[in-house]
Structures are given as structure tokens and as C-alpha cells.
């Protein structure tokens, strides 16, 4: 049984250690390196609040992940509706070299294949964790992940010379 | 190279590490309501920062201790929270809010709620039934609004539309963080939702 001080000092552990790649994710999701860190933020802030409720069935870790990715997607969401209101300036996440291909490509994928990729890749998680993250099966995320694979080699070698 | 390894390679030159931003555990503690260092909150409370141009995120604000019911002068405007019964004002204890200064130039404050939960630090309880539906008046243009649930496990907030006035059907009872952004900073109300 793990304890409330041991929950927290391993968030803590985990924020000080893996913090770029949460920041990475998140910047990915939501293409705002401004934004990206305020999420992380508040992330990890609502992973404190609720440290008493992660019950350590699964990797904490894991756990941190969904709470960062959903935090993600809501202003990710709210992004793209400001953005069709023109109140923000669209910033590429890309540095302008040919990875704003990939970037692209992976941008046009269906929401759950590019959150698998992006948790694959920027977060370096295995497929256990990414399951945990989603909250779909191992199963489903090596589907997931060869789904992506093959619809990101097909669209890069489309823009590939 | 196989496939995955030009994507990750491809991937991480698109979007390379940056080791060196800026980690603040203290942050995350106040927005959380947490007081684990209450010496080092205290010395950042004695600093007053003056912003200029320079992002909110990047510095230390000036902390708030206190439940503000109210609203503190310098925080986020109240929200308001109307119900079948009727309406109900409450503050806002955990926020991070910019504040325009007379020189043109910005300070940022930010409140630390302390204990917060149903029945706990001043947490304004609301009596609702499940199936009622609930609005959220906010008197600032949100950039953000989400409903989380932090004592049910998963602490991840529920998407409202960004809009200044909008209702949720009340689908659960217990303590509730009204997630916020605007232009000024965050602000997250507290509530109970108490079973009618």
C-alpha cells in the first residue's frame, strides 16, 4: 500500500526528472511553448490535489501521463476554437526544418494514433504505459502505433523527393 | 535504419528536448493549494514582481495565504454559480493573475487556498441534484474552462466551452475545481456539490 507522502515525493521525483519531456508533449499537442509549460503546471497541480486518489494499481507515471494529455486536449481544443476566432496567432511546432513534415503528417493522423505516437516518441513510453495513459489495451495501442507507422510512411514519402 | 527509427529521429528534429526550461515544483504546490515550504512561499510572498514584457510563467508572484472568498483586489473577478435554488458568488483561492500596474508595466499575484474540500476551508457548498443542470457565470473572456473531480480518481478535467456563461448537467456530487484561464492568468474555484 503506498502512502500519501510517497505518492507526492514521487510526483515530485517525477516532475524534477521527466519535466522536457512533459513540456515536449504537451507543446506538441497543443503547439504553444507558452502554453505547454502552463499545462504541465496545471497537471501536475491537479495530480497533487488528487495524489490520495491514485489508488497504485498501474504505473504513477502512467497516471501523470492521462492527467497531462487530457489537460492537453481541453486547451488544445480551446486553441483551435480561439483560433477560428482569430484571438491567437497559430504557431507551428516545428523549428521550419523537414521534421515540420512529420510533424504535419502526424498532425493530420486520427487523434488516438497521433496521441499514441507522440507518447511513443516524446515521451518514450512502452506500450504498457501508453495503454495506461489512453486507457485502452496493449493490444490496441500496438494496432494503434502499426496503424500510424503505416499512414506516416505513405504520407512522408509522398513529400519526400 | 528501419522505419521507426527515421521517425523518432525525424520526430526529435522537430521537436528537440529543452533540458534547461524552467521547472517550478513550488508552482505547482500553490496551484495545487499545497503548503509543503511554507519558509520559501514565505520569502517569494515578500517580493512583489514587476513584469514588463517578460511572460507570467517566468517569474515568481507574489503569494498569496489566504482563503479569498471575496476575491482578493489584485486576483481573478468572482464566479458566480447559478442553480434551480438560485445564485451563489464565490472567490477564487488558487489563482495566478497579472495585475496592469500605473507605469504600464504588470505584477502577478498568486493565492494559496490551503485546506480546500467539501466541509473544509470555507469551500462553499452547493445543494444540486443529479440530472439538474448548473450554469458557471465568469466576468472575465475565458481562454480555457474545465470541471474536474479530484477525489474520484482521475483529476482530469471535463471540457466546458470557452465561454464566459456556461452550465454542466451535475452527473456527480463531491468537491469540484472549476478550471480556468484568461488573458491574466489561471484561476480555479472551489465547490462543493452536495446532494439535494
Redesign the interface.
Known amino acids: 500500500m503506498r502512502s500519501s507522502d510517497d505518492a507526492m515525493a514521487q510526483l515530485e521525483e517525477l516532475y524534477r526528472r521527466r519535466y522536457p519531456h512533459f513540456v515536449r508533449l504537451a507543446r506538441a499537442l497543443i503547439g504553444s511553448p507558452e502554453l505547454a509549460h502552463d499545462v504541465v503546471q496545471d497537471a501536475f497541480a491537479a495530480a497533487v490535489r488528487s495524489h490520495d486518489a491514485y489508488r497504485g494499481d498501474g504505473p504513477l507515471e502512467a497516471w501523470v501521463w492521462r492527467i497531462l494529455v487530457n489537460h492537453a486536449r481541453l486547451r488544445a481544443r480551446e486553441r483551435a476554437v480561439a483560433a477560428l476566432h482569430g484571438d491567437v496567432a497559430e504557431a507551428p511546432a516545428s523549428n521550419g526544418s523537414h521534421g515540420g513534415d512529420v510533424l504535419a503528417a502526424v498532425a493530420a493522423l486520427p487523434e488516438r494514433q497521433r496521441l499514441a505516437v507522440f507518447l511513443r516518441y516524446y515521451a518514450d513510453l512502452d506500450y504498457r504505459s501508453i495503454a495506461a495513459a489512453l486507457g485502452i489495451q496493449v493490444g490496441t495501442v500496438s494496432a494503434t502505433l502499426h496503424a500510424a507507422h503505416a499512414s506516416l510512411r505513405h504520407a512522408l514519402e509522398e513529400v519526400t523527393p | 535504419m528501419n522505419?521507426?527509427q527515421l521517425?523518432?529521429r525525424?520526430?526529435?528534429?522537430?521537436?528537440?528536448?529543452?533540458?534547461e526550461?524552467?521547472?517550478?515544483?513550488n508552482?505547482?504546490?500553490q496551484?495545487?493549494?499545497?503548503r509543503?515550504r511554507p519558509r520559501r512561499l514565505l520569502a517569494i510572498a515578500a517580493v512583489v514582481v514587476v513584469l514588463g514584457a517578460a511572460?507570467a510563467?517566468a517569474v515568481a508572484p507574489r503569494v498569496l495565504d489566504a482563503f479569498t472568498e471575496s476575491g482578493a483586489p489584485e486576483g481573478p473577478p468572482p464566479a458566480t454559480i447559478q442553480t434551480s435554488s438560485g445564485r451563489q458568488t464565490i472567490g477564487s483561492p488558487s489563482f495566478s493573475w497579472s495585475t496592469d500596474r500605473n507605469d504600464g508595466s504588470s505584477s502577478v499575484l498568486s493565492a494559496n487556498p490551503g485546506e480546500v474540500g467539501c466541509g473544509k476551508g470555507g469551500t462553499p457548498t452547493i445543494t444540486v441534484a443529479l440530472g439538474e443542470r448548473v450554469g458557471f457565470l465568469l466576468e472575465f473572456p475565458?481562454?480555457?474552462?474545465?470541471l474536474?473531480f479530484?477525489?474520484?480518481?482521475?483529476?482530469?478535467?471535463i471540457?466546458l466551452p470557452?465561454q464566459r456563461a456556461v452550465t454542466w448537467r451535475v452527473d456527480r456530487h463531491g468537491f469540484a475545481?472549476l478550471?480556468t484561464?484568461g488573458a491574466r492568468g489561471?484561476a480555479q474555484y472551489f465547490v462543493c456539490f452536495e446532494r439535494g
Do not use: C, I, K, T
Open positions: 522505419f521507426e521517425l523518432e525525424e520526430l526529435e528534429q522537430a521537436l528537440p528536448l529543452q533540458r526550461e524552467g521547472r517550478d515544483w508552482d505547482v504546490l496551484r495545487a493549494g499545497f509543503r511572460p510563467y475565458p481562454r480555457s474552462v474545465g474536474s479530484p477525489e474520484g480518481g482521475d483529476p482530469s478535467p471540457p470557452r475545481v478550471w484561464s489561471s
